[in-house]
């Protein structure tokens, strides 16, 4: 499976982004699909993840700000993301866990200007 993402780029702070991504071929409804994302010198750490017909899983950071969402009929997976802050700046990848397999996709990033 390859995932393309797309969407990321330069917002102030209070701003907002929405960024997409979309899977080569179906990701079966049951499995997951989300976005992680990485700053230089720090680990991959978790935004929001989302199995349909289940609520999102967001990180701590981003939760009241951010909403995944899936669209299983376009293979796509959004991240829609509002009152951005400098710290949310990064490089946002997409992520998809499909039985014992995980892709992920190439990143896009997101700056957020103070």
């Known amino acids: 499976v390859q995932l393309q993402a797309s969407g990321g780029g330069l917002v102030q702070a209070g701003g907002s982004l929405r960024l997409s991504c979309t899977a080569s071929?179906?990701?079966?409804?049951?499995?997951?699909m989300g976005w992680y994302r990485q700053t230089p010198g720090k680990q991959r750490e978790l935004v929001a993840t989302?199995?349909?017909?289940?609520?999102?899983n967001y990180g701590d950071s981003v939760r009241g700000r951010f909403t995944i969402s899936r669209d299983n009929a376009k293979n796509t997976v959004y991240l829609e993301m509002n009152s951005l802050k400098p710290e949310d700046t990064a490089v946002y990848y997409c992520?998809?866990?499909?039985?014992?397999?995980?892709?992920w996709g190439q990143g896009t990033l997101v700056t957020v200007s103070s």
């Open positions: 992520y998809a866990k499909e039985g014992g397999a995980t892709y």
């Open positions: 071929r179906t990701i079966h409804s049951s499995n997951v």
């Open positions: 989302l199995r349909s017909g289940r609520d999102g």
